[in-house]
Structures are given as structure tokens and as C-alpha cells.
């Protein structure tokens, strides 16, 4: 196999790769084909534009298939998806991997401290809400909407919302939880800030909202939500007969920080690049970092 990265520095080659035309990258014909899978939201869509950055110029054809978390799990089990970038563990994803863990594997923690909290606009008093159990004092709960957008059941969002709801008794305060669809999370949020209204945001680490809005997390103290995660690029079994060696070893050397991959998110939610574009740009702006991976 035609290795891209051998023939150059690993740094070299990905700057190349936001230039050249995609035909000259192209694998040919004989080449193995990776299913690279993904969940269909865009932190996650930005680190698979990096991994499949690294594939192609290994010389790999890849073919990406996005879904939601309760497909996109249950694909990389059957072996329909070789790849998944990525899976939030020990926690958030650790309902949806246990059915699937015996036939994967871990190739590499990309980045750390993936989490989930609840924040609030900072025009919103920090002497009045500082905390989730502050969402019960009668005078935050007057102006507070009742109802709390968050995203579909599935994701370890909203099922540590629902952690959070119980913990914190905001049932009982008259708090309801909704599991909705991205762009309702998001358009109920841009719409509550500007018009500077009291709004509560089921958010994580990272996304891009964090990089572009003045927001203040809010205190959880029952930590119903858990301690942080690592994200890991997964395999199927399947894929350590169609990785060369040495492309395995580069996917293993794949680090980020948790605000690379918010910028790399910000690119595509408000630059408006595409997933792949995202990728392509960081990894131009950052030769250092991804040449630190072929040494990892």
C-alpha cells in the first residue's frame, strides 16, 4: 500500500492534503474500504473528518455512514461500521458499548475530559444561580420556563438530565424535561438569549456554543452526571485485518484537547466549513500536534 505519510513528514503530508485535488488522493480500486461511523452530531462529525484525513492519506478509501447513537452502536457490533469516532467511556456511552465490547476495541482515548453540565447565560444573576439546586428556590423557579430542552432520549445527555432531574427534585419544583431534536435544543437557546429571557442549557464538552456564547456552568454538587469521560476511537474486530500495521499505529497516536476539537466544531457551526473542511483546516493551523502523532 502507497503510504502518503512515509514518503513525507506526517505534518507535510496532512497540509498537503487541504490542497490537492481529491482525485490525486484517491486509493485505487483494489484498496480496503473502511466504514468509518459516526453520531450525527457536529463535534463528533469534526473528529471523524481528522480520522478519515489519516486514512486517506494512508492510502484507504473511506466510506463515513452518520446515524444517531442508537444505530450507529448497534452497526459497529454487527460489523456494518468498522470504525466509530467516537465513544464517550466509562460513562455516557457505557450502556451503548456493553452490548458491543466483546467483538471492539479501543484504538486510541483521543481526548479527555468529555463531560456533561447544565449552564445558564452569565445575564443571568451568579448571586441568584450558581447551582442546578438553585433551579428550585421559588424566586428562580418564578421566572425560569418550566420546561427544559435537552436532545433525543438516546444520548448520554439526556439520560444524565433525567440523573440530574431526579437528584435535584426539579420535578417536584415543576421542571419538566424534554428530549428533543438538535436544531429545537439549539433554537430554543439562541432565542431565550436574544432576548436576554432566563433559560437552562443540558450542554457538554466540547461544542462549539462554548467557544461563541458568554455562558456560566452551573454547579452540580451530587455530580448526578458523573465524573468526566474519555473519548476513544473504536474498532470492530474486522478492522485489524484491513489496517496495515502502521496505519493502526498512526491511529493510535491521535490526540486532541478538548478545545481543539470546540474550534474545530466552531469551523463548521459558524465559519460554515464542512466536517472535512473543519478537520483539514485545524490540522493545516496545527502541523505541530499532528506531527506529534506519528511519535505518539
Not at 464538552?205 to 455562558?215: G, K, M, R, S, T
Amino acid at each position: 500500500m502507497t503510504n502518503a505519510f512515509r514518503q513525507t513528514t506526517f505534518a507535510t503530508a496532512m497540509l498537503a492534503a487541504t490542497v490537492l485535488p481529491n482525485q490525486m488522493r484517491a486509493a485505487s480500486d483494489d484498496q480496503d474500504t473502511i466504514v468509518l461511523g459516526q453520531v450525527g452530531l457536529s463535534f463528533y462529525a469534526v473528529v471523524g473528518g481528522v480520522v478519515q484525513e489519516v486514512l486517506e492519506q494512508e492510502g484507504y478509501t473511506v466510506d463515513v455512514v452518520e446515524g444517531p447513537h442508537d444505530e450507529i452502536f448497534p452497526q459497529l457490533g454487527a460489523g456494518d461500521v468498522d470504525m466509530l469516532a467516537a465513544a464517550w467511556l466509562p460513562s455516557a456511552h457505557g450502556t451503548l458499548y456493553e452490548p458491543v465490547e466483546d467483538v471492539t476495541f479501543e484504538i486510541a482515548p483521543i481526548y479527555e475530559e468529555a463531560k456533561f453540565f447544565w449552564a445558564v447565560p452569565s445575564y443571568i444573576p451568579e448571586s441568584v444561580l450558581s447551582s442546578v439546586a438553585d433551579l428550585t428556590k421559588p424566586k428562580v423557579a418564578a421566572i425560569m420556563p418550566n420546561t427544559i430542552i435537552s436532545l433525543p432520549e438516546a444520548t448520554g445527555l439526556t439520560t444524565g438530565a433525567r440523573r440530574v432531574m431526579e437528584a435535584y427534585g426539579l420535578e417536584d419544583a415543576g421542571y419538566e424535561l424534554i428530549a428533543a431534536e438538535p436544531s429545537e435544543w439549539l433554537d430554543t437557546f439562541r432565542t431565550a438569549v436574544e432576548k436576554k429571557e432566563w433559560v437552562v442549557l443540558p450542554l457538554w464538552q466540547p461544542q462549539w456554543i462554548n467557544a461563541v456564547y458568554d455562558i456560566r456552568p452551573l454547579t452540580e454538587p451530587k455530580n448526578a452526571y458523573g465524573d468526566p469521560d474519555t473519548a476513544y476511537l473504536i474498532g470492530h474486530e474486522q478492522l485489524r485485518d484491513k489496517l496495515s500495521a502502521e496505519t493502526m499505529q498512526l491511529l493510535q497516536g491521535i490526540r486532541f484537547d478538548v478545545a481543539d476539537v470546540t474550534e474545530m466544531d466552531r469551523l463548521m457551526n459558524v465559519d460554515g466549513m464542512s466536517a472535512r473542511e473543519a478537520a483539514q483546516s485545524w490540522m493545516a493551523a496545527n502541523t505541530d500536534i499532528v506531527e506529534s502523532w506519528s511519535t505518539n
